[in-house]
């Protein structure tokens, strides 16, 4: 750490005049861009939303940039009168990749599901490109962004710190509601915990820029930050971060390491840099291979359980990778479309073998596999261009003439950028809107300094032209966010009322919800799936049915759906139809208990007390569930079959271990019981 600190402060000597710069109009203008971005919207949240934080947030930005684009039209014709930017290389590859997001979502089973990747996309692109624009007319801008980020990492710590002492400090072991530990209640200003944990990992960059940088009370609140965050990420046990913050130092490290005169380090400096290096490696290597096999310490643990593949949710993680890189071989030139991932995966489930509560993934947590799945190779490729040209830049950059302090603030956009790629492979930030945010910041910051020292030819575009065509597409932005944001009000309304009984009300309120741009909620359902549950409750079935074949094109593969399906057709008396739908529902999960007990409803009323039996017999965890238990009882009784021949039965049941939480024991999904 010692060394880290003097290259720091070598470092330091070289950024002058960072913080007490006379502020032209151009940097005012990007303070008042990079303010909004970096403090102000992690603060937006909608808690009447199913995701309090995805949709409002990008609606709320999409109406930023959109406003943010009128100023342009407004502003001196030296602020926005040269385009050149648009010539860099990064923005064809992102051109040609939403050319792709867009062409796999027309393509898809599902195209309404695509608008998300589309819009996000785009806002992505105009991100980029006004970071790099906003960045060139600020000299200072590196030092201004840094101390926004203080600002926004102190109110993350608060929030952080204030949520641990009060929900988790003091009950060890505690869980939540639905079986997860209680550290999941920490979810700082995000929508959970592990992306709290990755969101403040993105700020590491600036605040290490802070404490070589900064002087006196912003160096102090710099160091403090950088500190509270550092422990709070520790506190957080998310193993994704973690190997991100390895992969990121390392990575900086040896970029230093390598081009150490470029950078002009000073050779005893690097020497022992490099020693202190390998001495981190090998004293990580020892505690994830070796110190920690073990422990009860639940950090070491959680260290540990990186590499144990059969270690918490890894094996769930492993196997959803697996069935996905099968998908992207089936679809490798389109994928199966952008936002079908969760429509199309449960094709592959049965290759793994899934159980009921496993299937309720909404991403395969690898936005890499995730984007292959969806776009196909081609915009895996486009996608791994962007990240391979930043790289080229960064190298240029350092091996270039470009100032000293400018190599240092790329080296370290780029130790931010691949501690966010490295995060990728477990998690899925790719979806989230303030993910993306530092996603563009890091890659629009390399491409400015790049461009600085190799300018592009001048690329003049008519203002009113360029202001038209950013602010059409904004416009359909904000009309998808506003209409996303309010179905998931709807819908979250809608679960409500119908868990309170209020059957009617729940009905209209989907009605209300439906829209021409979604058809599926926040956690992967069809809007008329949750009407159909309504008419189902109120026993009207031939009303539930049409909602539900309906709900089916736009989800096909929706285990509980095609549960649900069946049972209003058993309710209505046709019961070839309700074994079909309970068929399907255990070809895609073959212990779904739901169906299992419905199918054996069936075949008891038709006196195939065989059949019966021997779908009871398959429900899992059968001793903690007292009326299956009665049922295979009483259907023993009737088959004549002795106690004594069910000895070996219940031995096979004594060392059962799946356990299942109270989550699944969901009031939504309709049980046919045996009569006895």
């Known amino acids: 750490m010692y060394y880290s600190l003097s290259l720091l402060k070598a470092m330091a000597k070289q950024v002058k005049s960072t913080v007490n710069v006379e502020k032209s109009n151009s940097g005012n203008l990007f303070l008042w861009f990079a303010g909004f971005l970096i403090i102000l919207l992690p603060l937006v949240r909608v808690s009447t939303a199913q995701d309090a934080a995805l949709m409002p947030r990008l609606l709320v930005l999409a109406m930023f940039l959109f406003f943010f684009t009128g100023i342009i039209l407004i502003r001196k014709k030296t602020v926005f009168s040269d385009f050149s930017n648009l010539r860099s290389a990064v923005f064809l590859l992102l051109a040609l990749y939403l050319c792709v997001v867009i062409l796999s979502s027309v393509l898809a089973l599902n195209p309404q599901e695509g608008f998300f990747d589309i819009v996000r996309t785009v806002i992505f692109v105009v991100l980029v490109f006004y970071w790099v624009k906003l960045i060139s007319l600020d000299k200072e801008w590196f030092g201004n962004l840094s101390k926004m980020v203080v600002v926004a990492a102190s109110v993350s710590v608060v929030v952080g710190f204030y949520q641990y002492f009060s929900q988790v400090a003091g009950q060890p072991g505690g869980h939540l509601a639905d079986g997860r530990a209680l550290i999941y209640s920490v979810v700082g200003l995000m929508a959970n915990k592990n992306l709290f944990s990755s969101y403040i990992l993105m700020l590491f960059p600036f605040l290490i820029f802070g404490m070589a940088a900064f002087k006196g009370a912003w160096r102090i609140a710099s160091i403090t930050t950088f500190t509270l965050v550092s422990l709070l990420i520790v506190l957080l046990v998310t193993r994704a971060v973690w190997v991100g913050i390895t992969v990121s130092f390392f990575t900086s490290t040896l970029l230093v390491l390598i081009f150490n005169e470029k950078l002009e380090i000073p050779p005893k400096l690097s020497v022992r840099l490099a020693l202190f290096v390998s001495l981190a490696v090998l004293i990580l290597v020892s505690l994830v291979f070796v110190g920690t096999r073990g422990s009860e310490n639940p950090y070491l643990g ?41 429509i199309a995966i449960p094709n592959y489930y049965s290759r793994i073998g ?266 899992k965890n059968k001793r903690k569930q007292p009326e299956i238990k009665q049922n295979i009882r009483a259907l023993n009784k009737l088959l004549g079959i002795a106690e004594d021949s069910l000895v070996e039965a219940k031995k096979q049941l004594k060392i059962e271990k799946h356990k299942i939480h109270k989550k699944d024991k969901n009031k939504l999904k309709g049980i046919g019981l045996l009569p006895v």
């Open 302 to 342: 959680k260290l540990s359980s990186i590499v144990r593949p059969d270690a918490d949710n890894n094996h769930f993680r492993l196997n959803i990778w697996k069935i996905t890189s099968e998908m992207t071989m089936d679809h490798p030139l389109t994928g199966v479309g952008a936002g079908n991932w969760q």
């Open 354 to 619: 899934l159980k009921g509560k496993e299937v309720n993934w909404q991403t395969p947590h690898n936005d890499f596999l995730w984007i292959a799945s969806e776009k196909g190779i081609p915009g895996l490729l486009l996608f791994l261009g962007i990240i391979a040209m930043v790289s080229f830049y960064l190298i240029r950059i350092i091996t270039g003439q470009s100032k000293r302090e400018n190599k240092l603030q790329a080296i370290l956009l780029y130790s931010g950028l691949v501690a966010y790629l490295t995060d990728s492979c477990f998690e899925f930030p790719y979806q989230r809107i303030d993910h993306q945010v530092y996603l563009s910041l890091f890659v629009a910051g390399i491409v400015a300094i790049y461009h600085q020292q190799h300018p592009l030819k001048a690329l003049n575009i008519k203002r009113s032209i360029f202001v038209s065509a950013i602010s059409a597409l904004l416009i359909f932005c904000m009309v998808y966010s506003f209409s996303a944001v309010r179905m998931e009000m709807q819908v979250k309304k809608a679960i409500s009322l119908i868990s309170k009984g209020k059957q009617q009300e729940a009905i209209a309120g989907i009605n209300s919800a439906e829209n021409a741009f979604r058809n599926l909620d926040a956690m992967g359902s069809p809007l008329r799936y949750y009407s159909g549950l309504a008419y189902s409750n109120l026993n009207d079935h031939q009303e539930a049915i049409p909602n539900f074949l309906i709900a089916l094109q736009q989800h096909p593969k929706h285990v509980a759906l095609l549960s649900n399906t069946g049972l209003s057709y058993l309710k209505t008396g046709d019961t070839a139809q309700a074994i079909q739908y309970f068929n399907k529902a255990l070809q895609i999960v073959p212990d779904y208990k739901e169906a299992r007990v419905n199918l054996a409803t069936i075949f008891y009323l038709e006196g195939d007390y065989t059949k019966s039996l021997e779908m009871l017999k398959a429900v």
